[in-house]
């Protein structure tokens, strides 16, 4: 039901933006796994008009509120996902939404996961597309990883607003 909504949505989402306007991709599903290797739920990324919007699906995190980001290397080699390297930055920013010097293209505000391990909720970065070729696509030198860390970003200090350990780790690739 839920689904058909959301199909119902972009749709009318897409006729509103007077056919075609703008690019649109097939939504990317992408796996979230944890540094032990298992799925803690999936990421569907889709472009929208501004930007991409990230419907978030995931449990078994620790409550509270946690930072997410793309960062630049489609790698996640758990157990500490280092691998992935810093955010997406391809306009040379700082880190963070409020940083006068920022933010980098793939920082975004944090999320917040309820008693129960689980959340639910959409993201959106308007600085990022997944149209191919452009230098702030997500699958832009081979894609990007999306990165949930154990604490919130505190949306200022370089490099990655003090977020902590980064706990799920999903591959964002063409
Ligand atoms: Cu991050
Ligand atoms: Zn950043």
Redesign the pocket.
Known sequence: MKKRVCLFLSFAALLSAGAFAYYKSPAKVVTLTDAKGASVGTATIEQEKKGVEIHLSVSGLAPGEHAI?FHQTASCVAPDFKSAGG?F?PTGMH??LNNPA???A??MPNFTVAADGTAKTTITDERVTLEPGLPNSLFANGGTALIIHAKADDMMND???NAGDRVACGLIVP
């Open positions: 980001h955010h930055n880190h963070g920022g933010p980098h793939g920082d490099p990655a607003g």
